[in-house]
């Protein structure tokens, strides 16, 4: 089948797509948008999260045609021309950044975070944030990032 | 390539922390990890795995996945065209099964097609039609002669005795304990994937996430039947690793599936085939009993460790050498005699996990001394510094602890942390959290402490080195250094900590970190907390060796390089950039750590390892004990780095490790049922989320090793080896309960 979304802005098209496709497999293999990751595949861990219509989502759960028409941003649509997302720039700096594999997901997710509250406590950071896993920081590090983030 | 341009020599040398190079790349997404790669004409791969823990294969029919349209290749164990077995220290494992399987997740086929749902679902169209045999699922009957065997040669894979001082040696205050450690998952969030490319020299190009580029190398070339220099391994993103990537998983499925076909092929393994993919940390059992006098003085400890290895033998030799020879702790006990087995079964392979051994006895161990605390009355803390090592002292294999050993400090740093105090009546901060399980009721604190001690590096007179090329040259009308080695990145920060030694060493900003493969020597793999030990001294070395012929063109030997000029006491003797217009200076060096020596096979005495390094937690925990809930409140943790090259990846270290070892406290564990593992996906294997983590106080001391590049010292593995007691120690506080056996469920806490 053939699936129109706009992505980042851009409207895209992908053909040939097979129905069991998720939208993280034609956003990863027909997009050429490997952002988003595939971590567990079954909505888990949030690395492959996404906005779907301004809603975050797990990109793994969603049947690439249930995105038909819609519009999608990726962890890839975050950054301006010249210059990271503070949230971005917060997490590098922070140092919760180490294999990077959640780092994706995890961005869209504070991301979403901080526009809905600015100035999270840490029980909120950390209530948000509880659908991403991370295996190598132990969280301290992403925590400082948000706060980081929501103080810039 | 990496590139990073810092700001000023002073601020990204070693002891600063720059950010890091691949850093912008992965908060921006374009960092290309291995499941990221893509290539023209691709195809995908996929495996058959057996679903038996044991059986005979009688018969595979590959007609239903032959004619399935979109198939390019079906291969089996006749299609592997060099060896047919490979293995990191014993070849023993197929690379496709042959003639009959020995644990459940066994490869048996491999598809490679231009879908991945298509590869999978030709897979499945393989008919195998095996006869099923009664698994041998249990270490200890494994060990039992009338047992059957799960390899010819025997059941066995290694016996480690440790003998020392007197194996009759009595004392007045003894305490016996039996324990069980489950099998922990590395869990990296990344899965086993790569992308082979065939080549026109009829090798192949393998871009690939693993932890140590040329042990890969030396395995897949044999089994390809290929001359090493024909295999090409360059190493792609890796999304963490934690020893789970130390052996080869779909390396040679997939690069024989691109030398049949013509085309590259990516693998990507899902989670739940990522379960049966690598191999795990060993289940244990571990018997110990503790003598010690009335004043709490160990007099000896005499225990006997079991490791399941699962069916084949991975790095278990190597992982019950180091449960053993560091099996009573970082105490000083005058008498030990100590037995440790890795077995075969039918369970999962085991092998290399964060803390290798060192993480099962010490649970045991620091278990012990809460007993022994308990016992005598005295402060679990206070006991533990009466016994602690100190430089001088000797390990039960008759090694030397050289350098510092603050293993009395390190426990007094995180007992006078102040504690936290008592939780709010914020349902997020109470254990069940928002679930609303409780609103304080039944809710018990508990404090507990736990110490650990682990080798760094290679043991046991393994050849433990690293290479490092460094080229000094002339880029844009400035000094630039390029770096090259084989050592993985595997998210700890290796590339930064090499560009900034380059800094360091040679005086110039410009640093560029090249992708590691194999057109340069080994660097060993990414683990036993050794890479930025042994490769950062490679690294030191080569910058050494480059600014040597530095200074014998301007034919000086009492200057140094700063700022990119060549300076003496006197003041600048010459810029680099004229010294380069000679051409560029490229060295190559092997570095190597101090030999170390094999262990005595009766007694198991010897100077087998390279350095000591320690770790010791403050656990702070909630426990609902009507509900069997734990909620870690705040871990304290103290170590000593020797010298922290880039201080915030060292704490991030920390952190990290820190919340591996709550995970084997509280949650993490493989369930294998007769051979087959019941929980593979992240619903069913829980790794700790950001709402188990507690806040975590980080103390890092910097006592410098003598012997060691910039008196560093491992810094990777020791955070996962001592919070698991610590949690399960204030858990027992909490409640009063033994508690045996990690993880530890809620129904150990109730009793339902």
């Known amino acids: ?152 | 390539m990496t590139t990073t341009t810092p700001a000023t020599v002073t601020s990204s040398g070693i002891g600063t922390s720059p950010l890091r190079p691949d850093g912008t790349l992965k908060v921006t997404g374009e960092f290309a990890f291995s499941s990221d790669l893509w290539a023209d004409r691709m195809l995908w791969g996929a495996t058959l795995r057996s679903p038996h823990p044991r059986a005979r294969i009688l018969r595979i029919d590959l007609t239903g996945a032959v004619a399935t349209t979109g198939v390019h290749a079906v291969l089996t164990a006749e299609d592997v065209p060099g060896h047919k077995r490979y293995g990191l220290e014993h070849r023993d494992q197929p690379v496709l099964a042959m003639g009959q399987v020995r644990y459940a997740g066994e490869p048996v086929a491999i598809v490679a097609a231009d879908h991945p749902e298509t590869a999978r679902r030709a897979a499945a169209r393989i008919v195998v039609e095996y006869e099923v045999l009664p698994p041998v699922v249990d270490g200890e009957a494994a060990l039992d002669p009338a047992t059957d065997k799960v390899h010819d040669a025997g059941n066995l894979l290694r016996h480690v005795p440790i003998r020392k001082g007197d194996p009759a040696a009595t004392a007045p205050v003894v305490v016996t304990g039996e324990y069980e450690v489950g099998m922990q998952d590395q869990a990296f969030l990344g899965p086993e994937s790569g992308l082979a490319i065939p080549a026109e020299d009829g090798g192949v190009d393998l871009f690939i996430a693993t932890q140590w580029l040329h042990g890969d190398l030396g395995q897949v070339a044999d089994c390809l039947g290929l001359p090493p220099e024909k295999v090409r391994l360059s190493l792609a993103g890796v999304g963490g690793a934690f020893g789970g990537r130390e052996d080869v998983s779909m390396q040679v499925h997939a690069c024989m599936l691109a030398l049949h076909t013509g085309r590259p092929v990516k693998m990507v393994y899902s989670r739940e085939e990522s379960f049966f993919g690598h191999v795990h940390r060993h289940p244990a059992r571990l018997a110990y009993e503790h003598g010690a006098d009335e004043d709490g003085r160990l007099v000896y400890v005499r225990a006997r460790i079991v490791l399941d290895g699962g069916a084949y033998a991975s790095t278990s030799m190597a992982v019950v050498a180091n449960a053993t020879t560091l099996g009573i702790g970082p105490y000083r006990v005058p008498n030990v005699t100590m037995d440790g087995y890795a077995v075969y079964t039918n369970n999962p392979p085991c092998g290399a996990m964060r803390g290798f051994g060192a993480v099962q006895a010490c649970f045991a161990y620091e278990s012990q001394m809460d007993r022994l605390a308990e016992r005598l009355g005295l402060d679990p803390v206070e006991l533990r510094a009466r016994n602690a090592i100190e430089p001088g002292d000797t390990m039960p294999t008759g090694q030397v602890v050289e350098g510092p050993a603050p293993v009395a400090e390190l426990l007094r740093l995180v007992r006078d942390r102040p504690l936290p105090g008592a939780t709010g009546d914020d349902l997020r901060e109470l254990p069940g959290g928002v679930a609303n399980t409780t609103h304080g009721e039944g809710v018990r604190r508990g404090v507990g402490y736990g110490i650990g001690i682990k080798n760094v590096g290679f043991s046991e007179g393994f050849d433990d080195y690293s290479t490092a090329r460094v080229r000094l040259e002339v880029v844009g009308g400035e000094p630039a250094v390029v770096v090259h080695t084989a050592a993985a990145e595997v998210g700890q920060g290796l590339v930064t900590v090499q560009a900034q030694i380059a800094r360091t060493e040679l005086g110039v900003e410009q640093v560029t970190v090249a992708t590691a493969d194999t057109s340069v020597g080994s660097a060993g793999s990414s683990s036993a907390s050794r890479q930025t030990y042994v490769t950062g001294g490679a690294v030191r070395a080569a910058c050494a060796a480059v600014r040597d012929e530095v200074l014998r063109r301007v034919g000086r030997t009492d200057a140094t390089l700063e700022g990119g000029r060549v300076v003496a006491a006197e003041g600048v003797v010459a810029d680099l950039v004229d010294v380069l217009a000679a051409g560029p200076i490229e060295r190559t060096v092997e570095w190597r750590h101090r030999p170390t020596s094999p262990l005595d096979p009766a007694t198991g005495q010897g100077d087998a390892h390279v350095q000591y390094a320690f770790a010791a937690h403050r656990a702070v925990v909630d426990v609902d004990v009507d509900l069997g809930l734990v909620r870690v409140v705040e871990i304290a943790t103290a170590q000593d780095v020797g010298r922290a090259l880039h201080p915030q990846s060292v704490r991030g270290q920390i952190a990290g490790g820190t919340a591996q070892g709550l995970g084997l406290a509280v949650m993490e564990e493989i369930q294998v049922v007769d051979g087959k593992i019941r929980n593979p996906s992240f619903t069913d294997y829980l790794i700790p989320t950001i709402l188990d983590v507690p806040p975590m106080r980080i103390d890092v001391l910097e006592l410098g090793d003598p012997s060691a590049p910039y008196g560093l010292r491992g810094v990777g593995e020791p955070p996962t080896i001592s919070s698991t007691p610590a949690i399960v120690a204030a858990i027992r506080a909490a409640t009063g309960l033994p508690l045996k056996r990690v993880p530890v469920r809620p129904e150990h806490l109730t009793g339902t």
């Not at chain 1, 045609?65 to 962890?75: D, H, I, K, L, P």
């Not at chain 1, 294999?99 to 979403?112: S, W």
């Not at chain 1, 526009?115 to 950390?126: F, L, Q, T, V």
């Not at chain 1, 991403?132 to 948000?146: F, K, M, P, Q, S």
């Open chain 1, 1 to 152: 089948m053939r699936v129109n979304m706009t992505v980042n802005g851009e409207p895209l098209r992908a053909d040939d797509v097979w129905e069991g496709e998720s939208l993280l497999y034609v956003l990863r293999e027909r997009l050429g948008l490997p952002g988003a990751k595939n971590a567990c595949e079954q909505g888990e861990c949030g690395s492959c999260t996404v906005y779907l219509d301004d809603v975050p989502v797990c990109a793994c759960l969603v049947a690439a045609g249930q995105a038909e028409g819609r519009t999608v941003r990726t962890v890839e649509g975050l950054a301006e021309e010249t210059a990271l997302h503070p949230v971005q720039r917060a997490f590098l700096e922070a140092g919760a950044v180490q294999c990077g594999f959640c780092t994706p997901g995890l961005v869209v997710a504070v991301h979403d975070l901080l526009e809905r509250n600015p100035h999270p406590s840490e029980p909120d950071i950390r209530e948000a944030l509880a659908g991403n896993l991370c295996r190598c920081t132990g969280y301290e590090n992403i925590v400082a990032a948000v706060k980081l983030a929501a103080a810039s």
